[in-house]
């Protein structure tokens, strides 16, 4: 992949002749956008139509689709059944040990029938929520969309999420089920994950109020000894599993609240981001059909991401099951049991779509070429890319090697925030550039300013803005509208825009990239980390007095987490003993994806006058920087002593 590679890879005419996608899209969307948004939700069924597309006069607290309403999981599952494509499997699952499902979309509503019924005979009404704690069965999806049958606002957590933040995220929303699963497989062992809801929710005092049910789904069979709650904890088979498959969807109105995802901010605990029904599922259901060019009947689709993460919200449940997809969900790690295990899935199901994180690309760089050419990829004709910015080598790599020249990628830019993709080519319409989004999508509208607002010149850098409200718009932060507003509308309060956290800039060719977070928040493997959440916990060990933490360039992982931390006195443990301490506290207090990948005892922190840690310059010693403007520094030599440690 030398420098005579190509600088734009133009849609071949071939695909550009069969794409969804076309170019007078964009006008339309600019020429009326009500229309064109209009036009998007008439993708889904509504019960009873719309009458209003967008009410923007209380902003930044956005309406979508007034008056319509509709119920999210009959546009996921039973209309396909109505329309006569009930024997079309919905689901190609693969679990990690090599155990597999099909689940058609007849079978799928079944399922979720039954556990709809379920969870209304346990008294749940609409509105309540339900937390799902579970790693990537069948059953998550079958509970998330059980959730949405009956307007139940479904809160999914990570599964690789500790005790102790599943704790906090079923208090801040009040959830009172929790869904979950004996154990789960990793690396071809069963390891506990009902262990970790039991401790969460603790007992006698400090049990977690809101609590009533504990739903458990039969994954591992491994542990003897599983701890049983009475009263409070039932098997997911002895309930749901002797369910009615019948059930008859109810409307909800278009803004009734279909999820909340929790996400790491620049301060304080995480935030309940909430999403609408109507303005979600549009969104969901668009952006499937035209970024991933989907045909039904035709594509098998495969997105990587968990179930926990918006992405697998978007793209695992709402996006292609509201397109009647075919999709594959696999349930473990990509090198379980061994490196072959992506490309084998691609061959066995035929896979044509295939969405990923840049980090897993440049993994399967390292592992080398010749385990993807060991298999038969030509089913391929399109790939995705998400969740943090994608360097052009990873992407030249992936073109080549995963799509053999012949696919065009989509480099998606999104948020949990956003619902779904905001910046993206128009497969067969858009050129490519390796490590450019490109440009917004039809409807959506973006710009990259500097601190006034001002557009800055192309080739400059600034932030990114989104200036126009789109449907699957986070509506809310949950119970919390003030820190909603002060997050994301206060930055250009006076222009009434989205402040996304990213900086930015459009190329000469004004093609648009996004360069990564301008607050403190870091993207470790896709994945998003606070700075001030792996602060909190370094600092909730007891020899820990001080801690800043940062991201590092990393090679694979696009940052690694790097902490400086200053002993309290008399710290009674020390060295590599005390490192593994912290890292395992990190892993306790959030989650093993959050541990350091370098931890620096210091002897003190570069601060400003004002008592502000220099984070910046932390990150130029980090990544092995000259050091950048130390003048508002109180000791500058600081330095030599964090450097001595380091060497
Ligand atoms: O910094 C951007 C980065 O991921 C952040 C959003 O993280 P999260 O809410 O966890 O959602 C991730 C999956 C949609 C953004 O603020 N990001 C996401 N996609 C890209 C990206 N950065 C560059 N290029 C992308 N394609």
Known sequence: MSSSAPKVYPPSAEFAANANATADMYDRAEADPMEFWAEQARRLDWETPFDQVLDWSDAPFAKWYLGGKLNVAYNCVDRHVVAGKGDRVAIHWV????????????????????????????????GDRVAIYMPMVPEAIVSMLACARLGLTHSVVFAGFSAAALRSRVDDAEAKVVITTDGQFRRGQPAP????????????????????????????????DLNWVQGRDVWWDDTVGEASPDHE??????????FLLYTSGTTGKPKGIVHSSGGYLTQAAYTFHTVFDHKEGRDVFWCGADVGWVTGHTYLVYGPLSNGATEVIYEGT??????????????????TIYYIAPTLIRTFMKWGRA??????????????????????????????????GRCPIVDTWWQTETGGIMISPLPGVTECKPGSAMRPLPGISAKVVDDNGADV????????????PWPGMLRTIWGDAERFKDTYWSRFAEQGWYFAGDGARYDDDHALWVLGRVDDVMNVSGHRISTSEVESALVSHSAIAEAAVIGAADETTGQGIVAFVILTEGAESSGDELIAELRNQVATDISPIAKPREINVVPELPKTRSGKIMR?????????????????????????????QRA
């Open 616 to 644: 910046r310059l932390l990150k130029d010693v980090a990544e092995g920087r000259e050091l950048g403007d130390t003048s508002t520094l109180v000791d500058p030599g600081v330095f030599e002593a964090i450097r001595a």
């Open 193 to 224: 994950l009902k262990t970790a809801v039991d401790e969460a929710l603790g007992t006698g005092d400090d049990a977690a109020a809101s609590v009533q049910k504990v739903i458990v789904v039969r994954r591992t069979n491994h542990d003897p």
């Open 249 to 258: 969807p109810e409307a909800f109105d278009a803004e009734h609240p279909l």
């Open 371 to 404: 385990i993807p050419d060991a298999h038969d990829l030509s089913s391929l004709r399109l790939l995705g890319s998400v969740g943090e910015p994608i360097n052009p080598e990873a992407w030249r790599w992936y073109h080549e090697v995963i799509g053999h």
């Open 457 to 468: 010149a192309d080739g400059e850098q600034g932030y990114l803005v989104l200036d126009r």
């Open 334 to 351: 990509p090198n379980s049991p061994d490196e072959h295990r992506h490309f084998q899935i691609i061959e066995r199901y035929g896979v």
């Open 95 to 126: 679990g990690e040990p090599g155990d597999s499902r099909d689940i058609t979309y007849s079978q799928l509503k079944d399922e979720v029938s039954r556990a709809a019924n379920y969870l209304a005979s346990i008294g749940l009404q609409t």
